[in-house]
């Protein structure tokens, strides 16, 4: 039975807002007609908004546009296969018989071919043989021509009285984003370990794995219990301290650990658990005590979050919390020494719509970027993802690592005689490239890509880029929708987006979640050297699918650019700080389309 919490619970997952009772009705009305649940509704919501540029948050008007373009098709479909069963039976009879034939042919064994009717086949797809006015101009986008774009495809492209539309904007007024800056700037890694090109994975075993995890949680955790003695001053000298999660007594003491999560089976709703990392001698699985927040009246958990507790267990079946600390922030890194203003522009893949492989969208972001020249502009991958429905069926006429030197080099060429520096952060999403994460950057073939190259600087994911003692961070992993769907919290009217990026600033590393999302291919060791963070950057960039946002959280200025695909991006423009300090507020950050 749909529910109307349960449904409001998976927008709210995804950064939706619903304010409205008549649109909760209508989401509520097609899942039923239509027999799905509310997961795979909002699923399909977000599917079906993204490429065509709509807003997430849903209307009667969009939810009425998804039920005829996407809804009723889907129902006629399945009616469809239903009824041609029994013909494709037979379709894949004569098929099976045809190859048959074929390798009888080849041995040539003295049997005789059948002579069965030839199957009908599935009809090709159409190849574009005339001008398509509903496609912006993208003839000759790769040459030789790896892709045919399709005909009849809609324009994703946002009108003209909507491209350059501010969506969101923070910080100072700022009349400079179209005068091309002339400032060049240096780039390089910072101090903090990234992924190496020939970096070996696949070979972590299960014992070093939960090595790994063990010797995290005890040294993240002793730092907490640490930060947190010094918070408290002379009140916390008494506060006792047991390295136990499963420690019995009446009286309050301190202790840390790792969360995790299970399914209460009765009721179905979510249990807390505390797991240790000091094993008892002979016990080879960790301590784990359930964690009670009753008595907690804010709080805010996760799985894989590290946290120091003060609480008591009368019984030892359960930890009776009555304070959680969780702020276990790296240093900030020392204020950059920027001469002058600093022009960063931002666009995350993917970079073309779901329908089509015409990067379209690129192309109109370096048209902008060439007119405006910025000092920086960040491109997060994936370049070419591998769920794009063409790249899925094949449609390439080049092998995948043709068509990212084709795009980046094209892109470089948008940028021939510009002094803007071009930053590639790479993907476990790309097609082409290593499916793991930490990952390693691109490989880039100098010869492929023109003499432009040396304003090209690729990197792994995450990484923290040094521009004259300014450190951005970057990921390329949905992070916040991953903490989203799996946090736990008690937290009314707090700032969901800002609580979700806190998460990642006080665990000091780019995905604190465990275990990793599903799809996530996640190496525990990798994660563990080039994941984590001794010092917070001064900007973090967490792309995501969620609303695009911009805000100052502990000292630093977080940004979710969105997709490209939307016609999204997003710019920068940081001052020199101020009496040598730093200052996120200073910053002035502009979201919009394209």
Not at 105 to 126: C, E, V, W
Not at 151 to 173: C, E, H, I, Q
Not at 306 to 312: L, T
Not at 535 to 543: C, E, F, K, R
Request: charged share 20%; net charge negative; proline share 6%.
């Amino acid at each position: 039975m749909v529910s109307e919490e349960s449904l409001i619970s998976c927008f709210c997952n995804l950064g939706c807002d619903v304010p409205d009772e008549a649109v909760v009705g209508r989401c509520l009305q097609l899942c039923r007609t239509y027999g799905i649940d509310e997961d795979t509704f909002v699923e399909t919501w977000v599917a079906f908004t993204i490429p065509q540029s709509l807003n997430i948050d849903p209307t009667l008007e969009n939810l009425n546009k998804m039920e005829e373009e996407e809804l009723k098709k889907s129902k006629d479909v399945s009616i469809e296969v239903v009824a041609d069963a029994a013909s494709n039976m037979q379709i894949n009879a004569s098929t099976n018989q045809e190859v048959l034939d074929s390798v009888l042919d080849i041995y040539n064994t003295g049997q005789q071919p059948s002579t069965l009717k030839q199957a009908k086949r599935a009809r090709s797809p159409l190849i574009d043989t005339g001008n398509n006015n509903k496609i912006r101009a993208v003839d000759q986008t790769f040459s030789p021509s790896t892709y045919i774009s399709k005909v009849n495809v809609p324009n994703r492209a946002p009108s003209t009285t909507v491209r350059g539309k501010v969506l969101l904007y923070f910080g100072p007024d700022t009349q400079a984003w179209s005068k091309p800056s002339k400032h060049d700037v240096s780039i390089a890694n910072s101090d903090n370990p990234h992924v190496p090109k020939d970096v070996v994975y696949m070979y972590e075993m299960l014992s070093k794995q939960g090595a790994v995890l063990t010797g995290s949680c005890e040294s993240f955790g002793e730092r907490l219990c640490h930060i947190w003695n010094e918070a408290g001053g002379p009140s916390n000298s008494n506060v006792r301290y047991v390295k136990n999660v499963l420690s019995v007594s009446q009286l309050a003491f301190r202790t840390w650990g790792r969360i995790s999560t299970t399914i209460d089976k009765s009721t179905g709703s979510k249990i807390v658990m505390l797991e240790g990392c000091r094993r008892s001698k002979g016990d080879n699985n960790a301590p784990v005590v359930r964690l009670d927040l009753s008595g907690i009246k804010r709080y805010s958990v996760f799985p894989g979050q590290i946290v120091a507790v003060e609480g008591v267990n009368t019984a030892g079946s359960a930890l009776m919390a009555k304070e959680l600390f969780v702020k276990g922030y790296a240093p900030l890194a020392e204020s950059p020494n920027l001469s002058a203003d600093l022009k960063v522009y931002v666009a995350v893949g993917p970079f073309t719509p779901s329908d089509n492989l015409n990067y379209q969208p690129l192309w109109d972001l370096m048209e902008r970027v060439a007119e405006e020249e910025p000092n920086i502009l960040i491109l997060v991958g994936p370049i070419a993802e591998y769920t794009h429905p063409e790249i899925k069926n094949c449609t390439l006429k080049d092998t995948y690592q043709d068509l990212f030197d084709k795009i980046l080099s094209r892109v470089m060429r948008c940028l021939q005689g510009k002094s803007t520096r071009v930053v590639l952060v790479s993907s476990n999403r790309d097609v082409h490239h290593d499916a793991i994460f930490p990952t390693p950057e691109f490989a880039i073939y100098a010869s492929k890509i023109g003499s432009n190259v040396t304003n090209l600087h690729s990197m792994p994911d995450p990484c923290i880029i040094n521009v004259e003692g300014l450190r951005i961070g970057v990921t390329s992993v949905d992070i916040v929708r991953h903490l989203g769907q799996q946090e736990v919290s008690n937290t009314p009217g707090m700032d969901r987006l800002g609580r979700l990026a806190d998460h990642v600033l006080s665990q000091a590393t780019f995905y604190p979640l465990y275990p990793p999302f599903p799809g996530l291919n996640f190496d525990t060791t990798l994660w563990k050297k080039y994941a984590c963070f001794e010092q917070q950057p001064h900007v973090m960039i967490l792309p995501s699918d969620i609303k695009y946002y911009c805000k100052a959280v502990n000292d630093c200025l977080v940004l979710n650019p969105e997709r490209l695909q939307k016609y999204i991006y997003a710019k920068l423009l940081i001052r020199p700080a101020s009496n040598g300090k730093w200052d996120p507020n200073s910053v002035s950050c502009e979201i919009g389309k394209v």
